[in-house]
């Protein structure tokens, strides 16, 4: 069963780019445009990871963090801030909202597949060891 990862980010041509390159990887692909919509599709669809952008309308990616990490039933997904900020305090503020990762862009499409295998890889694992 293919992984299933949700593409938060208010800019088109980024959600398209990136669901192109997952979907070309054997990746199911959720999308959404703003902080509502990242909420609304993580409780209808359950999400194996989130890629998040932080500035967006209703809700940017810190606050959506925050959310994800509030509840029990979302707190174990990873999450990797992709995102045009690159100051340290934006950066800084993701580490403490539990991000799993954070990516600048542009990005490299390798780099990024590589970290989102490396996520699944360690959530995979570490649901693996909560079941032993």
């Known amino acids: 069963m293919a992984k299933k990862i949700l593409v938060v980010d208010d ?4 959600v398209f780019t990136v669901s192109v390159l997952l979907k070309a990887k054997g990746y199911e692909v959720i999308t959404a445009e703003n ?4 909420k609304q599709q993580t ?30 039933q979302t707190s ?17 503020q993701a580490i403490e909202e539990r991000a799993s990762a954070y990516m600048t862009k542009p990005y490299q499409p390798k780099d990024l597949l590589k970290k989102i295998k490396e996520l699944l890889e360690v959530k995979e694992l570490i649901e693996k060891g909560s079941q032993a």
């Open 35 to 38: 902080g509502a919509q990242a």
């Open 11 to 14: 800019e088109p041509e980024i």
């Open 76 to 92: 174990k997904i990873p999450v990797l801030m992709l995102t045009a900020r690159d100051s340290i305090k934006d950066m800084k």
């Open 43 to 72: 409780i209808e669809t359950k999400p194996d990871l989130i890629i998040l952008d932080i500035s967006m309308p209703e809700g940017d990616g810190h606050s959506v963090c925050q959310w994800l990490r509030s509840s029990e």
